[in-house]
């Protein structure tokens, strides 16, 4: 059963830092890209941040500079380490994975909220 597990959501002011993680079952962290999506009410699921098995990283270009994506596959966890936040950055904040099979796999999501 493939779980994907995410923490470290919260509410901080603008301009504060925080850092998700996601959890990741070892089947699918081992050959999965992770990546980061973001969800604000109202408005579709967007790509925030992706890394692939080789660490491999791509951005939106809303985050570029300001949010870092990392992996440790000794712990299966991919970190999202998130400074300089927007008011705009608020959202619902979801880890996602993919099966060789190309089945997608998501968390539960980890609210951000960011104060101006």
């Known amino acids: 059963q493939v779980r994907l597990v995410e923490s470290g959501g919260g509410l901080v002011q603008a301009g504060g830092s925080l850092r998700l993680s996601c959890a990741a079952s070892?089947?699918?962290?081992?050959?999965?890209?992770m990546k980061w999506y973001r969800q604000a009410p109202g408005k579709q699921r967007d790509m925030v941040a992706a890394i692939t098995t080789g660490s491999r990283t791509n951005y939106a270009d809303s985050v570029k500079g300001r949010f870092t994506i990392s992996r440790d596959n000794a712990k299966n966890t991919v970190y999202l380490q998130m400074n300089s936040l927007k008011p705009e950055d608020t959202s619902i904040y979801y880890c996602n994975a993919a099966d060789l099979y190309g089945h997608e796999f998501w968390g539960q999501g980890t609210q951000v909220t960011v104060s101006s």
């Open positions: 070892r089947s699918i962290f081992s050959t999965s890209a």
